[in-house]
């Protein structure tokens, strides 16, 4: 059972454990990416954080809630890089041509946020890992931009949840895409799906946005 440490200084307690949960995720997204589920092992990944498993004993009940913690703050991170850029935009093709390629340019910058859960996905370990939820923002976000270019007549008449699905899934394939082939050109692949998706949804003829 974990014991409290009494200390008159509580709230910077606080920051230093935020911070430690913080270093083991990161460094588990790492040995999940490079080594492969099964063998990003608690020692393995306790090694690369500079501590002992017991020390991530402290702070996760075990390996699964490790990790769905790492799945967790994955999606977090590409809804908090990602959001601001969408939001900025002012018609609904901008803002899923900029949503497509955010989502692509996010794997760039962290490719091995993509490769972790790809790994996860892999292990089956995904329906102990993944909450619905985690992917949630994204689905949602898709499905909005959808809808909005249909109110308005930018987009043409389709299922926005097929669509949505569509683009997801076309997304999601990356990481396996550039894990067979690490000299992939990601930046003309995400030219590639925008113009791919801004051909699918868009209406026939101009329409105000």
Known sequence: ????IPTGDQPKVS???????????????????????AQASLAQIAKRAGVSAGVILYYFAGKDELIRAVVRHV???????????????????????????????????YPNYGRAVMNITRSGAAERAFDPSFDQPRETGFRAILEWGQRTGAFRAFSADVMAASII????IIPKRHAADPDLDLAAYASELVELFDHATRADSPAKE
Not at 169 to 172: G, I, K, M, P, R
């Open 1 to 4: 059972m974990r014991s409290e």
């Open 15 to 37: 920051f230093i454990e935020q911070a430690r949960r913080a270093q083991i995720i990161d460094c588990a997204i790492d040995a999940i990416a490079e080594l492969g589920f």
């Open 75 to 109: 999606f977090a991170k590409g809804v908090e890089l990602i959001t601001p850029a969408v939001n900025a935009e002012e018609t609904p093709r901008d803002a899923l041509r900029v949503f497509i390629r955010a989502n692509v340019d996010f794997f760039a910058h």
């Open 169 to 172: 899934e076309a997304l999601d």
